[in-house]
């Protein structure tokens, strides 16, 4: 699209349509209409997708990835209107890590998807018995999710299906349809009609695709309380399912590291898209040798990162994306302080501003089973905890029923590695957090969910595998 107004405009339901309006988190104001699409439209996608499918599935590897090229070109070229319409409605700011990062990692995550090779394996050829392992498409593929980040998580979701052979049909968040809809009409440039569709509507919706006989799988991206629903609506249809949900990312800071030097990286680990990130960094171990000097450079870090407006391009940190959020934000750090913890910075919102700004936010001293601790905030507010032992710290790490992502921050890199193989954590990632990539797969343990995505392993997770024996 060559302007935001016509990338909006191709979005915005006609006259007549059952519409809603979606506000700008940061200011109140209304960004645009959203179609309110009912389990009726949710019908009519399914059955556009299933009459598309065949004729995907029969392009074969090279066509599809050949269309999942062009799509991250077209997504490229519209990058700049994705982004400033993504900032608008999610309220991430357009630089940092996050709305054009987001846009970018779109293009990024369609171009590897498409160019990950997955051959079928022979699995036994020893004279008497030859077996080969192939994935074939499932069919339609229904796609769940949060509101985040709603570009980037649809391309983790639609990209392997459509590669795999698969039609999709996407149930965006009620928060952010607007940037999963315009992300969509770019993506549509290069597809075939019908075989992608966005149907933007509630709860309501999101069930009757979770249960639907002619949806063969389900990519959910969420919290874990829907994703156990989910569980629940798809058994009597028995769907594959791919389940990204909620996390509670530890990071132990061992004795050796240099706080100077990490401080940065771990503001970022936590605070990326103003902490609203799955697997951010969401309770920080420190020892007690130098729980003082993390404690002062990552307040310093974090009063030095402006937070405002995202469409102010010297801001790198945003709003909560709803009240919802906000209240939960406000509701942990106020527990925090009750409980007579030390905030180093923020935990003041100023209640006069228009948007949902909850300042960035440092709490020390505080306690293991403080809520700020044990309850997954999702927003600018970081608990650090002191531990004496390694195994204290290990020990604290796995106490939760979640297991995304988690850290290990140490100058002694073998020491590091010990420590992470001891973490129960789909992800522990060594002297960063949270770093993404389409060649690594990604999943969580425990109530994190299950399935992985990304790599010739996401790509296996939306096929069917079939072996052919003789
Ligand atoms: P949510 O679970 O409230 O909603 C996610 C989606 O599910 C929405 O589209 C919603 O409409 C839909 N939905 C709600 N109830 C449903 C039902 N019964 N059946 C089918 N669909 C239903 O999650 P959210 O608040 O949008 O996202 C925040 C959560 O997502 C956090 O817990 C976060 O940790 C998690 N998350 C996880 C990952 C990951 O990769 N593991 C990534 C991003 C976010």
Redesign the pocket.
Same mark, same amino acid.
């Given at each position: 699209m060559e302007t935001y107004d016509a990338l909006l405009a191709s979005i915005t339901p006609a006259t007549g349509q059952n519409s809603r309006t979606i506000l700008d988190p940061a200011t109140g104001e209304a960004v645009g209409q959203a179609p309110v699409h009912t389990v009726e439209d949710l019908e009519a996608a399914i059955a556009a997708a299933a009459t598309a499918q065949p004729e995907w599935a029969a392009l074969g590897h090279d066509a599809r990835s050949a269309a999942l090229m062009k799509a991250a070109d077209a997504v490229e070229r519209s990058a700049e209107e994705l982004a400033q319409l993504l900032s608008r409605e999610q309220g991430k700011p357009l630089n940092g890590p996050n709305a054009r990062f987001e846009v970018g990692a779109c293009a990024a995550w369609l171009r590897a998807t498409a160019a990950t090779p997955l051959d079928p394996e022979t699995v036994v050829d020893d004279g008497e018995t030859r077996a080969e392992l192939h994935y074939r498409p499932i069919g339609v593929v229904g796609a769940?999710?949060?509101?985040?980040?709603p570009m980037m998580?649809t391309v983790w979701q639609i990209a392997p299906a459509l590669r795999m052979g698969n039609a999709v049909v996407v149930?965006?968040? #009620?928060?952010t349809p607007l940037s999963v809809l315009a992300l969509a009409a770019i993506i549509n440039e290069e597809l075939p009609d019908g075989l992608l569709t966005v149907v933007s509507g509630?709860?309501d919706v999101? #069930?009757a695709?979770?249960s639907h006989d002619a949806i063969g799988k389900v990519m959910? =991206?969420?919290? =874990?309380? =829907?994703?156990k629903?989910?569980i629940r609506?798809s058994a009597d249809t028995v769907k594959r399912l791919t389940l #990204?949900?909620?996390?509670n990312d530890a990071g132990i800071v061992l004795p050796d590291s240099d706080p100077k030097a990490i401080a940065e990286g771990l503001f970022w680990g936590a605070f990326i898209n103003t902490g609203q990130?799955?697997?951010a960094l969401k309770r920080l171990y420190v020892h007690e040798s130098q729980y003082d000097a993390v404690c002062t450079e990552l307040t310093a870090v974090a009063a030095a990162m402006p937070m405002g407006n995202g469409l102010d391009e010297n801001n790198v940190l945003g709003p909560l994306q709803n009240r919802q959020q906000y209240d939960i934000v406000a509701r942990l750090v106020e527990a925090a302080k009750a409980s007579g913890a030390r905030v180093l910075i923020g935990g003041n919102p100023d209640a006069d501003q228009p948007g949902n700004f909850y300042p960035t936010t440092l709490v020390a001293d505080i306690d293991n089973d403080n809520p700020l601790v044990a309850e #997954?905030q999702?927003g600018p507010a970081l608990p650090i905890i002191k531990y004496s032992t390694v195994d204290e710290a290990v020990a604290k790490a796995n106490a939760l029923d979640v297991g995304?992502g988690a850290s290990v921050w140490s100058s002694d890199l073998g020491a590091a590695r010990e420590v992470a193989s001891r973490i129960q954590a789909g992800t522990v990632w060594i002297n960063k957090h949270g770093a993404v990539d389409p060649r690594v797969p990604f999943g969580?343990a425990k109530q994190?969910?299950y399935g992985l995505e990304f790599g010739a392993e996401g790509l296996k997770a939306l096929g069917v595998p079939q072996v052919i024996n003789g």
């Open positions: 769940i999710g949060p509101w985040n980040w998580i149930k965006p968040s #009620e928060y509630g709860r999101g #069930e695709l979770a959910f =991206t969420g919290s =874990t309380a =829907t994703g629903a989910i609506s #990204e949900l909620g996390g990130t799955c697997a #997954e999702f995304l969580g994190s969910g």
